[in-house]
């Protein structure tokens, strides 16, 4: 099967968070299932191919543009863009996208919001090509009430909305189905990320399970893109509340470390300006982004990972965090709350509530049991559940489907 993704940005543009990881670990993986089958038909036609532009925030990468570079076993095409900003306008791009198009059997387009990924969709309808996409979140309600009565909002109403009812959708979990309502479900399909999970991940060794015992420090991590949609205004007042509380009835050290980057540089400001009003600058420590190795032994030594987003349709990093063993603390709004709630692998909060985010953390805080219950158990469950062979073939099940259905664009 030859396939063809779509996407706005492709590794390593790492700025855009777990949306990039998860697409080129997606590619790889599907890569490396094709790769290992036995081909009856012309090897060449079969492959995993990649479209994407030099985005890299407000920079470019430094790639050669417009031709073939090979990347961990994907081809890659990256395009320049004649916009600098998150419509990532990139003409050629679409160009080559209008002259190639019909030579795939699967067009797998990534987000939504952006030009490359709006003309995409319109190109393959128009040349009457099956597309499939993945909206990534971008169609919550969350996103749709931020950016009501605005161009795009507009756009959706009168457009976007047809474009996606001549597509086949793909959702990552199943709390995004309701803010897609108007598609067929026989045009949708719930599949979830693909990750990069270390095999075999050694647990924390008890040496540093003693040492927390003897500092009596509970570490918290935050790891993700530093937004405003990730709810942290509302985790840092809720540490500052049980700080005041643990002051009076505890001895307990609460520390949080906040791991990502931020592509605005005044709401990270105004991020630590909030955490200086608070007094907890001795509580709260800025980490930056991490990759590798390094990402999965900060989350393997944390006690608690915290994610209280208001919107949130998959969240990579639950699951990178949950292969370490360390708990989760979510939001009702992360994709990923039902699987932690069903498999009993942390705790879910109400959304864009403090009270709830303080008297879950208090929980979560204080049950030693449940805690070291999911840090022996939870690896061996992620590893069961998202294995990246199963859930490549999955995908290219779905891709088959797809090309084999009468259903017109």
Known sequence: MNILHITPSYKPAYIYGGTTVSISRLCEAQAHFINSQTIKNNKSANKVTVYTTTANGNE?????????????????????????????????????????AQNFDAIHVHSWWNTVVIFSVLICILKGVK????????????????QKKSPKSIFHKFLGKKLLKKSYLHLTAQIEREEVDYIKDNRVFVLPNLLSIPINQNKIEKTNTQDKEDTNTFKLVFMS??????????????????????????????????????????YQNSLQKLIIQNNLENKVKWIGWLEGNQKFEHLEKSDLFVLP????????????CLSTGTPVL??????????????????VCKTNSIDSLLQTLEIAVNDKIKREKIRQTAPQIIQNDFSSQKLAQKYIEMYQKIKDTNQTM
């Open 225 to 266: 893109r530093i937004h405003h949609k990730k709810g942290l205004e509302i985790l840092i007042e809720a540490i500052s509340q049980l700080k005041k509380q643990n002051n009076k009835n505890s001895k307990i050290n609460l520390q949080l470390d906040l791991i990502g980057k931020s592509e605005s540089i005044e």
């Open 131 to 146: 597309v499939i996409v993945a909206p990534r979140g971008m169609l919550g309600e969350y996103t749709l009430q931020s």
């Open 309 to 320: 987003s208001f919107n949130e349709n998959f969240a990579n990093v639950v699951i990178e």
């Open 330 to 347: 979510v939001s009702d709004k992360v994709g990923l709350a039902d699987y932690v709630k069903e498999k009993e692998l942390g705790w």
């Open 60 to 100: 470019e990468l430094d790639v050669e543009s417009n031709k073939p570079i090979l990347v961990d076993g994907v081809e890659v095409w990256y395009f320049e863009r004649q916009t600098k900003d998150h419509t990532h306008f990139s003409m050629a791009l679409l160009k080559k996208l209008f002259q190639t």
